[in-house]
């Protein structure tokens, strides 16, 4: 008898979250439910759910937990971000968009800035994007620059400011440091910006075009002139726009092509009747149906800070949680959403054109699962690894040590699940017992976490490599599995191509792999990268003990005090070389502690 099943009595009878485990304990599946007993007992009832990812997950299935919530609306945005931090094998994610760029305006400061952000936060500023590439991205803010005059300077620089800035020279900015612009009509700008961003150019230009009527009639010619020129800069980009035939109002529109388990899905977004933007995102192979895979594209789609539309079209029905999605959705915009499959009509046409740009879009390749197992073999792992973890230590003499541990997913970077840790042993440099203290620090974290990766990777020859498997000794964990990347000897450089060496358990001589093999490359990438991480923030933590130093042995000067001279002054060299009067002049130095500061500052312009 399946013992799953003995187990659903103990299961509620309310919406949640449930969390699938398998034997390594590691979440292979995470899916929302608004009866977690019903939802589950789907899974383990004779003839329950029919789905092909069932088959898939009672093969690997070890261990259910749930997570209560008190309404669905709650579950649904829990099982968004469980996704987000576990990174399941049988959830499918979206990774191709989250480097493009958003344009940001920040509303809560009186004269709003203009910047560029990717991963929009939750802020309460106002996001504009993704944009496809950081070339149209930027050509926006140039031309929002040109023509509404809006800051791009930080608020810090706009405090400080003492003198005209380059862009105001170059018309650039309506000169908000000089107060050459009031509140009110810096507020109209901004105003401006945001219609332009969200694609009503047709109204903001007869908006302008009264406004220039009025300043010309006033004989506010150069305001006029500056309007006027807003206008035809206006009417151009309309005129570059990539669809020339209205498409209705604002919507976006989801097209999927599916061939097995793997596929392409584009989103294409309307704004003011044109195509503003076309995403494609390739789907790793997944048993999830078709209604799954779009309703997850949503959540995590619009999840990362992104504005929904009144109108989504979808190509199929999204059955369970539709209505949930919409409320949610509605939630994220302030005002409802509609997801709609259309029969008929403009909106059929739409989703027609949506799912031909998907069935283009070129077969993802499966090139992963080939290095995987090309991996394997050669290295002689028990299961071809997806999720590969490095790491490496950076110290110069013992002092100021630090490790990295950098995470590969099915061979793609995964910078929001990379850690740094500061070495807390002693200054000597022994690089063993520093790597036993990273590896064991991090492996409790992830085994807390149930994230454990399938591989380890340790730079360096095979004393790091029986470190590594010491620490797994020491915790009692059978996984992961261990390998050590060592470079080319000193003598063995000489010759005009040796590869790096690759040691594992039980086997006193490197393996042999030729340069230029799809393993040693995933390899060195992996030990690279957390290389470059480990160097960087070693540097870091470094620079910030000499820049601190001096100033922490002053008595009297505190946090608060060496924060305030170093935003006033600006770096540690400006400190060093400021007389006593610059000293006094930093709010909260009296003249008597910048006497006190320059006198234990004296002869330290060297650092």
Not at 86 to 97: G, I, S, W
Request: glycine content about 8%; proline content about 6%.
């Amino acid at each position: 008898m399946n013992p799953h099943k003995e187990r659903l009595s103990e299961f509620p009878r309310s919406p949640g979250v449930y969390l699938m485990r398998d034997a390594r304990g590691q979440v292979i599946y995470v899916g929302k439910a608004k009866d977690l007993r019903a939802r589950l007992g789907s899974y383990f009832r004779g003839k329950g759910d029919q789905r092909p990812l069932v088959r898939y997950l009672l093969k690997d299935l070890e261990k259910v937990e749930i997570m209560v919530t008190g309404t669905e609306k709650e579950a649904l945005i829990l099982e968004n971000n469980l996704i987000k931090k576990h990174r399941p094998k049988y959830n499918v994610r979206f990774r191709d968009d989250k480097d493009y760029l958003h344009i940001r305006i920040d509303t809560s400061h009186p004269f709003p800035r203009l910047s560029v952000a990717r991963r929009p936060p939750r802020d309460g500023a106002l996001y504009f994007g993704p944009y496809a590439s950081a070339h149209a991205a930027r050509q926006t803010m140039r031309l929002l620059q040109r023509h509404m005059g809006l800051r791009t300077c930080k608020d810090t620089q706009l405090k400080q400011s003492k003198r005209t800035c380059l862009n105001q020279q170059m018309g650039r900015c309506a000169g908000v440091c000089r107060g050459s612009v009031s509140q009110e009509e810096y507020s109209l700008r901004v105003q401006e910006a945001v219609m332009f961003l969200q694609g009503r150019s047709r109204e903001l230009i007869r908006q302008l075009e009264g406004r220039m009527k009025l300043a010309s009639q006033e004989l506010r010619f150069e305001e006029a002139a500056r309007l006027r020129d807003q206008i035809r800069e206006l009417e151009r980009t309309i005129e570059a726009q990539r669809v020339d035939t209205p498409l209705g109002r604002d919507q976006d529109v989801v097209g999927l092509h599916r061939v097995g388990m793997e596929g392409n899905l584009v989103l294409l977004r309307i704004k003011g009747g044109k195509l503003w933007e076309r995403h494609s995102f390739p789907i790793s192979p997944t048993p999830l149906e078709d209604p799954e895979v779009i309703c997850s594209f949503l959540q995590q789609f619009y999840g990362a800070g992104r504005v929904p539309p009144a109108r989504i079209l979808v190509p199929i029905p999204l059955r369970e949680h539709f209505g949930i999605l919409e409320e949610w959705l509605g939630e994220l915009a302030g005002s409802k959403v509609r997801i709609r499959v259309p029969a008929r009509g403009e909106g059929r046409g739409l989703l027609e054109m949506a799912q031909e740009n998907a069935r283009l879009l070129p077969k993802q390749s499966n090139a992963w699962e080939e290095t995987a197992r090309e991996l394997a073999g050669r290295l002689g792992l028990r299961r071809p690894p997806r999720i590969i973890e490095a790491f490496d230590i950076s110290n110069l003499g013992g002092q100021d040590s630090v490790g990295s541990a950098v995470r590969f997913v099915e061979g793609v970077p995964e910078p929001s699940m990379y850690r740094s840790y500061s070495v807390r042993r002693s200054s000597q440099p022994d690089d063993y017992a520093m790597m036993y203290e990273v590896l064991r620090r991090h492996l409790l974290r992830k085994k807390e976490e149930g994230s454990l990766p399938d591989l380890l990777l340790v730079d360096g020859g095979k004393g790091q490599l029986q470190v590594a498997l010491r620490v797994l000794e020491d915790l009692g964990m059978g996984e992961p599995e261990v390998v050590a990347l060592a470079k080319a000897r000193a003598g063995e450089r000489k010759a005009e191509a040796v590869p790096d060496r690759i040691f594992v358990p039980l086997r006193k001589d490197p393996i042999p792999i030729g340069i230029g093999a799809a393993p040693l490359r995933v390899l060195q990438q992996l030990r690279d990268e957390a290389h470059r991480m480990a160097l960087s923030r070693h540097r870091k933590r470094r620079n910030l003990r000499h820049l601190s130093s001096p100033l922490e042995e002053i008595p009297g000067v505190g946090p608060a005090r060496r924060k305030a001279l170093l935003r006033h002054l600006g770096s540690l060299k400006r400190i060093l070389e400021a007389t006593e009067e610059e000293l006094a002049r930093v709010p909260g130095i009296s003249r008597k502690m910048a006497g006190r500061i320059r006198g234990a500052l004296q002869g330290r312009k060297g650092l």
